[in-house]
């Protein structure tokens, strides 16, 4: 996985693991545990996007929607079956991994803006699904009463105790990918994403990965909607519409989407700005959210996590002229 990842893995960890303890002693901001919980979860989702999008440079509008078949698999078994969550949350992962095997086969034949109106369409298609399925998804008033998950017999219901378990299943998905990006597939895989055409001649059978990657985002995403419906309790089609998957997309973007570590840096950041941060702008905070994307996008077309080295090849820019000056 190489030392640098290493590196930031244990920083991210221990930032992690000391963040509760810094928040929860200021009253105003000890809500913040919550809002890392949904960050979390999110960066599950995120992660499976940057390794489709940024790696292997296919575009998905429909992640909301394999947000969305976890979470509902995870709320019809444990209170319509009576299914233990434990059990329920594989099966969300297998179904959302046939869901994507069987979308994914036709439409990852598509590229460029035709993929993704085909993800877009079935993104959309899902969602009214779940709002039209009333006896099993409860229709657009949603779902209640879905149990809370248990270890060893108790049930996890304290904020803390669901920010430690969703940031450790995140950093689990982190080592994994990792593992995966600096093996043979993650060379595959930018290899397609640099010239598809020229990576099959090298012999790498591109339909495949890019199918197999595809499935993987899918499983995450299923994860991932698996534990929000198991932390909130409550859900309805409008968690997984169409603007989530444009957020999920938008949060990659921000973090960066050539970097896995830009999902995580993304999702954090934007699950505060928009859930937190904007909040005293009323009515205009829509505009600021815009202003900040854009100034992002025209900015650091990397990403926030390309600013490091952004500032480190202007400095070597500044070092090497003031040497050119004094010679």
Known sequence: MG???WLILLGAAVFICSFPM????????SHYVDVMVFAGIFTLVCIGLSLLIGYAGQICLAQAAFFGIGAYTSGILTTKFGLDPWIAMPAGMILCGLVAWIIGTPALR???????MATLGFGVIVNIVLAEEVNWTGGPSGMAGIPALRIAGYKITSDLAWYYLVWGIVFCALIFCLNIL?????????????????????????ASYKVRVFILGAVLAAVA?????????????????????????????????HSIWGALVGAVLMTFV??????????????????????????????????????AMRREKKASALEDAGS
């Open 3 to 5: 030392k640098k990842n």
């Open 22 to 29: 810094l928040v929860t002693k200021i009253k105003a901001v």
């Open 110 to 116: 598509l590229r460029g803006h035709y993929l993704a």
């Open 182 to 206: 600096h093996s043979r597939v993650g060379r595959a895989l930018r290899a397609i994403h640099e010239e598809e055409k020229a990576a099959e001649c090298m012999g790498v059978p591109t």
């Open 225 to 257: 909607g698996s534990l929000y419906a198991h932390y909130v309790a409550c859900i309805n089609p409008s968690s997984f519409n169409l603007m989530w998957s444009i957020r999920f997309m938008l949060m990659v973007m921000v973090g960066g989407m």
């Open 274 to 311: 928009g859930n937190e941060w904007l909040r005293m702008f009323a009515q205009f905070e829509i505009l600021v959210y815009g202003s900040i994307l854009l100034a992002v996008a025209l900015f650091l077309p990397g990403g926030i996590v390309s600013l490091a080295s952004l500032i």
